[in-house]
């Protein structure tokens, strides 16, 4: 089992930045993709990024591309999610998660499957204000 733990959420205004920061611990070997979803009240968790811990690829939702990039410290097993030129839509709790086998049907429909991920962090909000 891994333990994940966010933290970097607060309150921004649109156009505004900010770095999410997920750390890992426990079996981190067995972690093949480490992933970023948001949920807001009365919606199912939406993918937002994910990476492939072996080969370092990295795939992004179309909401976010562009605007949104991760990058590891495998030092500190610790992925983190800089997100610029936030906007009202971002508002939502920010979650990681992993996966620790192989998937083979590509990174879009990873994304699309949070049941896909066995370890969740307890989440960070992100609130961006018009």
């Known amino acids: 089992q891994v333990q994940l733990v966010e933290s970097g959420g607060g309150s921004v205004e649109a156009g505004g930045s900010l770095r999410l920061s997920c750390a890992a611990s426990g079996n981190t070997g067995r972690i093949y993709y480490i992933a970023w979803f948001r949920q807001v009240p009365d919606k199912a968790r939406e993918g937002v990024a994910v990476?492939?811990?072996?080969?370092?690829?990295?795939y992004y939702a179309d909401s976010v591309n562009g605007r949104f990039s991760m990058s590891r410290d495998n030092a500190k097993n610790t992925l983190y999610l800089q997100m610029s030129d936030l906007k009202p839509e971002d508002t939502a709790m920010y979650y990681c998660?992993?996966?620790?086998?192989?998937?083979?049907?590509?990174?879009?429909?990873?994304?699309?499957?949070?049941?896909?991920?066995?370890?969740w962090g307890q989440g960070t909000q992100v609130t961006v204000s018009s």
């Open positions: 990476v492939d811990t072996h080969s370092g690829r990295t």
């Open positions: 998660a992993v996966r620790d086998r192989p998937y083979a049907l590509g990174f879009y429909s990873l994304l699309g499957g949070a049941d896909l991920f066995k370890d």
